[in-house]
Nanobody, 124 residues
């Protein structure tokens, strides 16, 4: 079983920045891609960003390209999401998850139960 703990959310004004972190623990695969997802009130969870084990492949939701940056530290089993130029429509609970295959992350096929997520609220 893999445990995921997200942190770093908060309340920020439009145009502001936040940096999210997600630490994975437990029985992680020997190598795995990680991703960020979000769920806004009344909406389904959606994919936001994915990064491969070595960081050579990265993929973003179109609406966050140029504003969000995903990165990871494999020594710490941690993935980050730097969010700049935040917009009110970015308001959501943000989650991370993992899969051995990179494109399964993009397809939202994940291996671990969802964590508690971290709330991001962007005021206008």
């Amino acid at each position: 079983q893999v445990q995921l703990v997200e942190s770093g959310g908060g309340l920020v004004q439009a145009g502001g920045s936040l940096r999210l972190s997600c630490a994975a623990s437990g029985r992680t695969p020997s190598s795995y891609s990680m991703g960020w997802f979000r769920q806004a009130p009344g909406k389904e969870r959606e994919f936001v960003a994915a990064i491969s084990w070595g960081g050579g492949r990265i993929y973003y939701l179109d609406s966050v390209k140029g504003r969000f940056t995903i990165s990871r530290d494999n020594a710490k089993n941690t993935v980050y999401l730097q969010m700049n130029s935040l917009k009110p429509e970015d308001t959501a609970v943000y989650y991370c998850n993992l899969n051995s295959e990179f494109y399964n992350i993009v397809r939202m096929r994940v291996l671990s139960p969802w964590g508690q997520g971290t709330q991001v609220t962007v005021s206008s």
